[in-house]
T-cell receptor, first 114, second 115 residues
Framework: AQSVTQLDSHVSVSEGTPVLLRCNYSSSYSPSLFWYVQHPNKGLQLLLKYTSAATLVKGINGFEAEFKKSETSFHLTKPSAHMSDAAEYFCVVSEPSGYSTLTFGKGTMLLVSP | DADVTQTPRNRITKTGKRIMLECSQTKGHDRMYWYRQDPGLGLRLIYY???????NKGEISDGYSVSRQAQAKFSLSLESAIPNQTALYFC??????????????FGPGTRLTVL
């Protein structure tokens, strides 16, 4: 069975400083992994996805994530936070089957202060 | 125009009422999903459909039912609403890929309040 753990429910950063949102996963197979973002009162938008190609995945808005199989991690990073990055972020895992579904983490709220 | 639309966007209802949430998509995807989001719990899968004749229960299907009227339409019903079904509900779609998991595209959500 697949599962995902987001290690922080809230992360606070100052504008211009780096962002690190942590995610660990559990899967019996080589999983597909995703990060989605949800801005206040909005739907979910895909930031990036890993599907067994390059382990360093670049996404939209300057975000990237690195798949580390030995650590079962898929942490999301950004070199310099912007006020518009304030949102809730979800790490998502899925096993590589055509019949699989997504399992969401509980979310990390990113707060960005001026 | 949005690729995945949900109606209504907001709904307040009373305990015991039947309510239907509707989802339509113009992406041409075979697969559709219903999730609910509760604060601090992320999104949990209620039902999913891999084509018009295929309906599957998700993690939390009790108290819900669905109907796939066409490839583009997937409705979620609460037969007798109860207060703990108050939540934000999302519809999503994805393509069918052999041996892989494709990106899911989400609608804007329906905020449901059961009094």
């Amino acid at each position: 069975a697949q599962s995902v753990t987001q290690l922080d429910s809230h992360v606070s950063v100052s504008e211009g400083t780096p962002v690190l949102l942590r995610c660990n996963y559990s899967s019996s197979y080589s999983p597909s992994l995703f990060w989605y973002v949800q801005h206040p009162n909005k739907g979910l938008q895909l930031l990036l996805k890993y599907t067994s190609a390059a382990t360093l995945v670049k996404g939209i808005n300057g975000f990237e994530a690195e798949f580390k199989k030995s650590e079962t991690s898929f942490h999301l990073t950004k070199p310099s936070a912007h006020m518009s990055d304030a949102a809730e972020y979800f790490c998502v895992v899925s096993e590589p089957s055509g019949y699989s579904t997504l399992t969401f983490g509980k979310g990390t709220m990113l707060l960005v202060s001026p | 125009d949005a690729d995945v639309t949900q109606t209504p966007r907001n709904r307040i209802t009373k305990t015991g009422k039947r309510i239907m949430l509707e989802c339509s998509q113009t992406k041409g995807h075979d697969r559709m999903y219903w999730y609910r989001q509760d604060p601090g719990l992320g999104l949990r899968l209620i039902y999913y459909s891999f084509d018009v004749k295929d309906i599957n229960k998700g993690e939390i299907s009790d108290g819900y039912s669905v109907s796939r009227q066409a490839q583009a339409k997937f409705s979620l019903s609460l037969e007798s609403a109860i207060p703990n079904q108050t939540a934000l509900y999302f519809c999503a779609t994805s393509e069918t890929l052999a041996g892989a998991t494709d990106t899911q595209y989400f609608g804007p959500g329906t905020r449901l309040t059961v009094l």
